[in-house]
């Protein structure tokens, strides 16, 4: 099973769609997870952070399910600049390094 | 304004020449990273440290040497060892201390082979 696995897409929705990504991870250890956004030929930026309890922010919300070792992130209301790769990122164990997913493909379309 | 400053943002090297990147980063962090991007593909970790004076191998360190002799600063150098430089190269820092922190990253150096 590899570190971090995600959907590569590309997933092509309507302006306006709602659209889940899933990740993966294989370490039972992990602790911290994140999902970064990376535009084409630009370098990735954090999106958010993700918590256990899931966390909220704007129109994009994440999920953890750690018995399972999964997370989600849903966008709501896909607006064309949402148009990017999304990076899910997990650690290596405690204090352990961040592994990035090679990431999924989104294109909203008007 | 706080961040990460890579230079430069484009770089050609030719046959044989050791070619050096250059990282800076304002953020007091402690622990820095070098990643290379593939067309396509995921960010592969070359070296990384977590204090001044020490590093360690990723998980692609052949044909790349790095050196901290400042907080600050995390150069990467691309030798002639390395066959297949071309690629999107990304240097990241992180705070220490608590494990819930997030890497920020620089905005990139593309090496090319002349």
């Known amino acids: 099973r590899k570190e971090v696995e995600q959907d590569p897409g590309p997933f092509n929705v309507p302006e306006g769609a709602t659209v889940a990504f899933n990740c993966t991870y294989s370490n039972s250890a992990s602790q911290s997870f994140f999902w970064y956004r990376q535009d084409c030929r630009k370098e990735p930026k954090l999106l958010m952070s993700?918590?256990?309890s899931g966390n909220e922010d704007g129109r994009f919300t994440a999920q953890l399910n750690r018995a399972s070792q999964y997370i989600s992130l849903l966008i709501r209301d896909s607006k064309l600049s949402d148009s990017a790769t999304y990076l899910c990122v997990v650690n290596k164990g405690w204090g352990g390094n961040l592994i990035f997913g090679k990431g999924t493909k989104l294109s909203v379309k008007p | 304004d706080g961040g990460i400053t890579q230079s430069p943002k484009y770089l050609f090297r030719k046959e044989g020449q050791n070619v050096t990147l250059s990282c800076e980063q304002n953020?007091?962090?402690?622990?820095m990273y070098w990643y290379r991007q593939d067309p396509g593909q995921g960010l592969r970790l070359i070296y990384y440290?977590?204090?001044?004076?020490?590093?360690q191998k990723g998980d692609i360190a052949e044909g790349y040497s790095v050196s901290r002799e400042k907080k600050e600063s995390f150069p990467l150098t691309v030798t002639s060892a390395q066959k297949n430089p071309t690629a999107f190269y990304l240097c990241?820092?992180?705070?220490?201390?608590?494990?819930?922190?997030?890497?920020?990253f620089g905005d990139g150096t593309r090496l090319s082979i002349l």
């Open positions: 440290s977590q204090i001044v004076n020490d590093f």
């Open positions: 990241a820092s992180r705070k220490q201390g608590s494990s819930n922190q997030p890497q920020h």
């Open positions: 953020l007091n962090h402690d622990a």
């Open positions: 993700v918590y256990s």
